[in-house]
């Protein structure tokens, strides 16, 4: 589904991908895990158009996305549910998921936001407070819920666990599980190594700007450098 080859981007003068390559096949969940710094919110930021790479090649679906301004990447069937939730604070939380489907042509918002209501009980409860209001977790649950109505093919998430109760983490993996269960696919970026490894079906460890393990995501939780690193052990 999405192919990132050779990947090269940086920031004025500063290098911070060298080659990154990976792949997302249809229905995976794939995470890219690594030390703060490492190049993650860069990838993301040339996959939906916020950076131009600087060589390399990212394909989605056949279609290159280098060229293509972020609005019709988003055409194209990816969202992202940035790093720090950034919601719309001023805005009720009804308004902010009607935000989320305003690139798109159908008109079945209604459908989609029962859907999210159900999903997300206490986003229904709260329909009219001001996002800025919502606690950390309820903002985490209403990025997600925002990204979803724009009813991705590929939802990508940037540590939607950062800064999070140990519960509330929890939940969200419950969360981005499900979102998978209904046939999204999903590429996450998480600090939570044990969290985005549980999640994967298949994981990439980034250093320093360079991709330098993969395997299935039971592979890279067992794996001694990942588990010294990353889980603690
Ligand atoms: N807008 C920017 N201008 C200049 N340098 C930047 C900019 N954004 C990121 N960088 C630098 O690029 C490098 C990679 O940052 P990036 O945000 O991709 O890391 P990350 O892997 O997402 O880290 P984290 O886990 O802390 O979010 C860092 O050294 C960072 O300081
Ligand atoms: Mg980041």
């Keep these: 589904m999405l192919r990132v080859k050779n990947l ?25 895990i690594g030390a703060n710094g490492a190049g993650k919110s860069t990838t993301l930021k040339c996959i939906t158009g916020l950076l131009p790479s600087r060589s390399g090649s990212i394909e989605f679906e056949g279609v290159s996305l280098e060229r293509l301004p972020g609005h019709q990447i988003v055409r194209q069937g990816i969202t992202m549910c940035p790093e720090g939730r950034q919601v719309f604070g001023g805005m009720s939380v009804l308004e902010n998921l009607k935000m989320g489907a305003h690139t798109r042509r159908d008109a079945n918002e209604a459908d989609d936001l029962s859907e999210m ?3 997300f009980p206490v986003l229904r409860q709260r329909a009219s407070q001001m996002a800025g209001t ?11 819920a925002r990204a979803l109505m724009s009813r991705p093919k590929l939802c ?5 666990s950062l800064g999070l109760a140990p519960k509330i983490v929890q939940e969200v993996g419950e969360t981005l599980a499900r979102i998978k269960a209904r046939g999204t696919t999903i590429l996450l970026v998480e600090q939570n190594a044990k969290m985005a490894l549980g999640l994967a079906d298949h994981a990439y460890l980034y250093e320093a700007g360079e991709i330098v393990l993969e395997g299935s995501g039971t592979e890279l939780l067992s794996h001694p450098e990942v588990s010294k690193a990353y889980l603690g052990h």
């Design 8 to 32: 090269y981007a940086g920031y004025g003068k500063t290098d911070v991908l060298h080659g990154v390559s990976f792949e997302v096949k249809v229905g995976q969940c794939v995470s890219l």
């Design 117 to 119: 209501f159900e999903m």
């Design 134 to 144: 919502l606690s950390g977790g309820e903002q985490e649950m209403l990025a997600i």
């Design 156 to 160: 990508i998430f940037d540590e939607p």
